[in-house]
Nanobody, 116 residues
Framework: QVQLVESGGGLVQAGGSLRLSCAAS????????MGWYRQAPGKQRELVAT???????NYADSVKGRFTISRDNAKNTAYLQMNSLKPEDTAVYYC??????????WGQGTPVTVSS
C-alpha cells in the first residue's frame, strides 16, 4: 500500500504562486507516472498534469505555461509549481501515483483558493 501526502495548498491572491508537494511512502521510482488532479466545487475531478518515470510531462490546456510538474525520486516527492494563479484554479488538488496496468493511489488532497 502506498500513501501519498499532499501539502502546500492555501489562500493566494490572483496572480500569485503556490508550490504543492506530494510525498510518497514508497519508492516513487517504481511508479509509471505521477499526476496532479483537481476538483472544484460542483465539478468533476480533472487532470492537471502528469509526469512519467522518464520525465515526460503532460498538461491540461488550462494550465499550460503557468504550471510545472516535477519529481524528485531521491526524495520520493512530486511537485506542482503553480504561477499566475487565477480564481478558476480554486479547487482541491490531489496527487496520484500511477502504476502499470491502470491501478494507482490517491492522496487526501490539499485545498487551493485563489481570490480575485
Amino acid at each position: 500500500q502506498v500513501q501519498l501526502v499532499e501539502s502546500g495548498g492555501g489562500l493566494v491572491q490572483a496572480g500569485g504562486s503556490l508550490r504543492l508537494s506530494c510525498a510518497a511512502s514508497g519508492s516513487m521510482a517504481s511508479f509509471a507516472a505521477m499526476g496532479w488532479y483537481r476538483q472544484a466545487p460542483g465539478k468533476q475531478r480533472e487532470l492537471v498534469a502528469t509526469i512519467t518515470s522518464g520525465g515526460s510531462t503532460n498538461y491540461a490546456d488550462s494550465v499550460k505555461g503557468r504550471f510545472t510538474i516535477s519529481r524528485d525520486n531521491a526524495k520520493n516527492t512530486a511537485y506542482l509549481q503553480m504561477n499566475s494563479l487565477k480564481p478558476e484554479d480554486t479547487a482541491v488538488y490531489y496527487c496520484r501515483a500511477h502504476l502499470l496496468g491502470g491501478m494507482g493511489f490517491w492522496g487526501q488532497g490539499t485545498p487551493v483558493t485563489v481570490s480575485s
